[in-house]
């Protein structure tokens, strides 16, 4: 055992409580709820928080993650009434308050403007509906983890994802989960939370690529004949090469972008009409693929 310091009174230096007895009282918002375990995804009860075991040492950040809250969703927290950082160290019996991301998101200085996106394999069809809408969206079907966190980093994109883990990474730059099921309530999730501007028919559904304007001559020998009959407009995408125009899926393509403007609050999409500046049918080498959008 040491000795006292001489002239010191041990008294006046309270020990650490043991782990076992060290409580916090964490209130999680309803927004943030569905990320605890099933047993503690009820409604809040306790208007001082729900009890949470606490070691004494470890940051709050740190408790927050453990209780499978990502902090990509809480914008703020406070101990006791008072602003905290994630490093911060609460004492024994803390208070602890969770706030979720304001909608729209600010973003940090150093992402780029407009922002741009990367996503993981299992939302493909997001990817595709972001690209319809003009929205720099980078998705690859053969990317591991490390390699999402890596390029969101390298690129500035954020991490668009519904693997919780995947936002509990260190390295991971900026992320956010994406809510909802289907495709169409996903994208709706990220206008609220990210509001990009939309440059619809503007990005290759499906490589990101740009597409310029082709004159019609020039590709003619690549299109089916019935494709070459019925068509003047065509654009083509400076990655990939696809072929589009404005085939027979544009009627339900162009309502979802007329309904993703609105749900933006932008007006009238660009290519609403009968004459788009990119397409809803593509081809390459002569052969049709069909809905590129999802």
């Not at 490093?87 to 602890?96: Q, S, V």
């Not at 600010?106 to 996503?119: E, G, Q, Y």
């Not at 069809?125 to 998705?139: H, W």
Request: aromatic fraction near 4%; hydrophobic fraction near 35%; include cysteine.
């Amino acid at each position: 055992m040491t000795a006292p310091t001489p002239g010191r009174d041990p008294v006046t230096t309270p020990a650490r409580p043991p782990a076992s007895a060290a409580r916090l009282r964490i209130l999680v918002p309803e927004e943030l709820r569905h990320f605890l375990p099933a047993r503690r995804r009820g409604p809040a009860r306790d208007p001082d928080g729900m009890p949470c075991p606490y070691d004494g040492a470890a940051s709050l950040g740190h408790v927050v993650q453990s209780l499978g809250v990502p902090l990509t969703e809480v914008s703020r927290l406070r101990a006791d009434g008072e602003p905290v950082p994630a490093a911060y160290r609460p004492p024994d019996g803390a208070r602890i308050e969770l706030f979720p991301v304001p909608r729209p998101q600010p973003l940090p200085p150093t992402a780029p403007m407009p922002p741009r996106f990367v996503l993981d394999v299992h939302l493909g069809a997001l990817a595709r509906r972001l690209r319809l809408l003009g929205v720099d969206t980078a998705c690859r079907n053969d990317a591991a983890d490390p390699e999402l966190v890596e390029q969101a980093a390298a690129e500035r994109r954020i991490l668009l994802t519904q693997d919780r883990g995947l936002l509990l990474r260190r390295a991971l730059w900026l992320g956010a989960y994406v809510r909802g099921s289907r495709p169409d309530e996903q994208l709706t999730d990220v206008l609220d939370r990210f509001a990009p501007p939309l440059d619809p028919w503007t990005r290759c559904p499906a490589c990101n690529g740009t597409l310029a304007s082709v004159p019609k001559e020039e590709v003619a020998e690549q299109l089916p004949p019935g494709t070459r009959r019925t068509y003047d407009t065509f654009t083509r995408c400076t990655a990939c090469g696809h072929l589009y125009w404005p085939g027979a899926h544009h009627p339900r393509l162009a309502a979802r972008v007329a309904a993703a403007r609105r749900a933006s609050g932008g007006g009238p999409a660009s290519g609403d009409g009968s004459a788009p500046r990119g397409a809803s049918g593509s081809g390459s080498g002569g052969s049709t693929s069909g809905d590129d959008a999802g």
